[in-house]
């Protein structure tokens, strides 16, 4: 059975442990283009920005920080942010594939 944490804004984020899945998910969420769309795209869409609010209130849920937007393209953006659960670390990771979250 997969471990999932559940929040309101987002649904779903699947718990990773595979050692080169971590390891690929890590490099992925290390990236840092920005903290808000502004500071990426400039001017953006009222859509980026409704799912941007909805990163936001995902990482307030988990009591996250480090917000940021690890990747970006024209059409889709990444967001990685830091949470503690159980006494553990972790990076979640948000992508169009899917929410996934990783021991740091």
Not at 24 to 44: I, P
Not at 49 to 66: K, T
């Amino acid at each position: 059975m997969k471990e999932t944490l559940q929040t309101k804004a987002l649904g779903t984020f699947t718990k990773v442990t595979a050692p080169a899945a971590v390891n690929t998910l890590r490099a992925r969420a290390t990236g840092h283009k920005g903290e808000t769309l502004g500071q990426v795209y400039g001017r953006y869409s009222t859509d980026k920005a409704a799912a941007f609010d909805d990163c936001r209130r995902a990482c307030y849920e988990l009591g996250g920080h480090g917000l940021r937007i690890c990747s970006a393209s024209g059409w889709f953006f990444s967001v990685a942010f830091e949470f503690e659960a159980n006494g553990t670390e972790y990076t979640a990771l948000i992508t169009k594939q899917g929410n996934r979250y990783f021991p740091r």
